[in-house]
Antibody, heavy 122, light 109 residues
């Protein structure tokens, strides 16, 4: 069972860039065929997929966030990262990293981090 | 408006069998595997089913199925600890995105 752990600032100022990292550890690290993903949940709301990146660096993003999102993977460090630019209060949420599974596209997630609350406020 | 539709709430008594549904279309559920997750008291989601497989540590009283464009999660022998929010997900080819259902709040009476 892979273990995922998010890290990054809990407070980001409006218009700035949110940056988070997810460390992957356990029996299976960043390998071909998996989709390393970010998902968020605003208070009282449901889960929202932000995007996924493969070990080869190919990324797919939510259409609604695509213009502001960038994801990358660092195989040597067994970690992957999220950058979300020009944040507003609407980006305040708990951010989860997760491992996506699927034959050609990620359709489900089998491992999750504990989540990290990011608040956008001045 | 979520691309996948789930019941807002479902309730059942201890020992009962309950089924939660997740309805989509041919671009998502009709074409791809579905994942199911439960979330207790807004903690981190816990995977129940992914790519048609029961996740490690999940009892076999949980089972998933799919018929056309509707996926279902069945819980046989409902337990008090099953009270949680349940979400489904899959890939949507038209949207080029992972989509989640809005979630079902399961109450154990």
């Amino acid at each position: 069972q892979v273990h995922l752990q998010e890290s990054g600032p809990g407070l980001v100022q409006p218009s700035q860039t949110l940056s988070l990292t997810c460390a992957v550890s356990g029996g299976s690290n960043i390998i071909i065929g998996d989709y390393w993903s970010w998902i968020r949940q605003a208070a009282g709301k449901g889960l929202e997929w932000i995007g996924s990146v493969s070990a080869g660096g190919s990324a797919t993003y939510s259409p609604s966030l695509k213009s502001r999102v960038a994801m990358s993977v660092d195989i040597s460090r067994s970690q992957f990262s999220l950058k979300l630019t020009s944040v507003t209060a609407a980006d305040t949420a708990v951010y989860y990293c997760a491992r996506g599974r699927g034959a050609y596209y990620p359709n489900s997630f089998d491992s999750w981090g504990q989540g990290t609350l990011v608040t956008v406020s001045s | 408006q979520s691309a996948l539709t789930q019941e807002a709430s479902v309730s059942g008594t201890v020992g009962q069998k309950v089924t939660l549904s997740c309805t989509g279309n041919s671009n998502n559920i009709g074409s791809y595997d579905v994942g199911w997750y439960r979330q207790i008291s807004h903690g981190a989601p816990q995977t129940i089913i992914f790519t048609n497989s029961l996740a490690s540590g999940i009892p076999d009283r949980f089972s998933g199925s799919k018929s056309g464009t509707t996926a279902s999660l069945t819980i046989s022998g409902l337990q008090p600890e099953d009270e949680a929010d349940y979400y489904c997900s899959t890939w949507d080819y038209s949207l080029r995105a992972v989509v989640f259902g809005g979630g079902t709040k399961l109450t154990v009476l």
